[in-house]
């Protein structure tokens, strides 16, 4: 994870639901590759084909909300976001979201202070995000030391590769 | 019982997470590495094997409390349901998982894991779904996880959680004629949100509560995913046991909030004299007393009487009581959906197929069906459905013009017979 990230802004409103950022209709489509070609369908129609690697998603209240359909955050990893930032979110999109090792950070009051295409810059360990262009910035409470350190490992699945090369043994056969 | 060292006592949920993460105690906030007791799969799993042979892992922790559960599209309707199901079945062969709930013996995966004693008191249980919720009825810490993390959770048999601060619902009054658990949760979730719960665990008190059967308390529960808790439960007690007796999976170590527990807040409601309630486009937490949405004569297209909330036989029993001797409204569609093969056959043998087909309804197989605008029972981008499901957001059945209004069993009936939103005790 970079210690400073910096993106163009894409900014969304408040309870964007999972259904919104992948409907249910592609639950069946598994390749991340293709889930992007279909990210935010509903919640920001323009996004899948005018977003850039790197981009930032700024949204309001609640973002996330709904199924744990880990599709949502899949397609958003596989469009390249380089952050999702919004004022709070909800339980498993957020858990998801950072298990797959995408910086997601809460800081309630930041949709207010963007408008989209501007550019937001994420001090991730200070706990600051700015708007490049006016200045305004909101501070944000650091995130806890276990979950920095699943982004640093680029989340958990690498977590977990590194725990069980370490214990070989919790790895035997088991009898049956 | 004592007060622990934290100068207070200890929640349902922290009881719960204490022992799980072997310690004496917990304070919210603190992350736990909590060791499960039952992990299910759905469709969702399929995305767990891909992260679970990229993290080098080879076999599953304890293969005995691990159900698969397939229930989105069941039997599949695409080739790509299809291939989901062929990736899961192939996994389970793999690595060795027998509960594999198949075509044939399927069922929505939280009414699977409830009617087969699945989670007991005590347990912290986890599903690659968000209303996993549901099994906190059985006095559980239940929460929906993604696939990478039950990846995770079937190498290791834990994962990390913070403790929970909780938001007690104290219920007192009693439900009139006509009025349901569903209705109390509508209720709830008219007060507490879509977000006054987030991340939080919600513990259902009071003597109402008490007196909800266990169908009841699992649509209670089931709910609390839409208030954004990470768990809703109910503390075990008599009942509890009856339903778990002769087919719990494993043993039950009950857990009781202790009297002097700390809540975040406590939502107090008096169900006496509240009419039936119904939540309107597009949030659940949009509620409204039913009768007075009623007044303004909402046409629907499509009746839903289905999914995990609400398609128990005890639902579907509330449903045909309503329909007995009436019709089905001439150019509405009523699909009525059992949660689980064990419920369609039980439906078979009171009649229950025959009373809902010759009104005019469909009866399908049990599936999550119309619930996720995935499968069938999709509406068109101007309709309006009347539906005992969960969840009413954009796009939820379909295209997201259409509009979802969640009501009790009685009230979906009431609606499919008069053709538009209707108080079901107009018709006992
Ligand atoms: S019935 Fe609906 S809410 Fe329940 S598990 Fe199925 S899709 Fe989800």
């Known amino acids: 994870m970079r210690e400073i990230i910096e993106g163009r802004v894409w900014t969304l409103g408040r309870d964007v639901d999972t259904d919104q ?97 501007d550019v937001a810059r994420i001090e991730v360990r200070r706990g600051t995000i700015t708007n490049v262009r006016t200045g305004a910035s909101v501070s944000f409470p650091p995130l806890p030391q276990h979950l920095i350190d699943l982004l640093e490992a680029g989340g958990l699945v690498e977590k977990v590769r590194r725990e069980l090369a370490d214990r070989p043994s919790s790895q035997d056969p088991v009898s049956p | 019982m004592s007060a622990t060292s934290r100068g207070h006592g200890a929640t349902l949920a922290e009881k719960i997470l204490a022992r799980a993460g072997g310690k004496d105690s917990v304070v919210p906030g603190e992350i736990i590495e909590g060791r499960v007791d039952l ?55 793999e690595v060795h998982l027998p509960h594999f709930y198949d075509v044939g013996n399927h069922g929505i995966c939280h009414q699977i894991l409830a009617e087969n004693g699945w989670v007991v008191p005590g347990d912290l249980a986890v599903g690659t779904d968000s209303h996993t919720n549901m099994l906190g009825a059985m006095g559980a810490v239940a929460a929906g996880i993604g696939p990478t993390e039950m990846a995770a959770v079937l190498a290791l048999g834990r994962l990390w959680l913070k403790v929970p601060t909780t938001v007690r619902i104290n219920v007192r009054g009693k439900l009139g004629p006509g009025v349901t658990a569903k209705d109390l949760v509508l209720r709830a979730l008219g007060e507490v949100k879509t977000t006054g719960a987030t991340y939080k665990a919600v513990e259902w008190t009071g003597p109402t509560i ?166 069938m029972g999709i509406i068109a981008p101007d309709e309006v459905c009347a539906s005992s499901s969960n969840r009413n957001f954009p796009g939820r059945m379909g295209p997201k013009e259409g509009r979802i209004y969640l009501m009790s069993p009685a009230a979906t009936v009431a609606a499919a017979i008069r053709g538009e939103i209707a108080d079901p005790r107009e018709y006992a």
């Not at chain 1, 979110?89 to 979201?97: K, M």
């Not at chain 1, 949709?111 to 295409?117: E, K, Q, S, V």
């Open chain 2, 210 to 375: 008490e007196r909800l059967s266990m169908p009841e308390r699992l649509t209670i529960c089931n709910m609390t995913t839409e208030m954004g808790a990470k768990c809703g439960m109910v503390a075990p007690d008599s009942k509890t046991r009856d339903y778990l007796s002769g087919i719990a999976k494993h043993s039950m170590h009950p857990m009781y909030a202790d009297p002097d527990a700390q809540y975040e807040r406590t939502v107090e409601i008096d169900v006496d004299g509240m009419p039936p309630m119904v939540a309107c486009p597009y949030s659940p937490d949009n509620v409204r007393p039913l009768p007075d949405v009623a007044r303004e004569h909402v046409r629907i297209d499509q009746a839903f009487l289905g999914s995990c909330t609400n398609a128990r036989i005890e639902d579907l029993r509330e449903g045909a009581a309503v329909l007995k001797g009436r019709r089905v409204h001439a150019g509405v569609r009523f699909i009525v959906s059992p949660a689980s093969t064990a419920i369609y056959r039980q439906c078979l043998s009171e009649g229950l197929v025959d009373l809902y087909t010759e009104a005019g309804a469909v009866f399908t197989n049990s599936s999550c069906s119309a619930c996720f605008g995935g499968n």
């Open chain 2, 39 to 93: 992990a299910m799969m759905h469709e969702q799993g399929a995305q767990t094997v891909q992260p679970f042979h990229e993290m080098g892992a080879t076999r599953v922790w304890d293969p005995d409390r691990v159900v698969i559960a397939i229930d989105h599209w069941v039997p599949a309707s695409t080739e790509g349901a299809a291939v989901l199901h062929r990736i899961l079945r192939k996994f389970a062969d």
């Open chain 1, 21 to 117: 950022i992948i409907s249910g209709k592609y639950l069946t489509i598994i390749d991340p590759n293709i889930l992007k070609t279909k990210v935010l369908e509903i919640g920001l129609p323009e996004f899948a084909s005018q977003s850039k690697p790197g981009d930032i998603l700024v949204a309001d209240a609640n973002f996330g909300s709904g199924s744990s359909r880990e599709h949502a955050p899949q397609a958003l990893r596989a469009a390249g976001v380089g952050a999702i930032v919004a004022d709070s979110f909800a339980r498993i999109f957020f858990r998801n979201s950072i298990n797959l090792g995408i910086p997601t950070i809460e800081a309630p009051g930041v949709r207010a202070i963007f408008d989209r295409f």
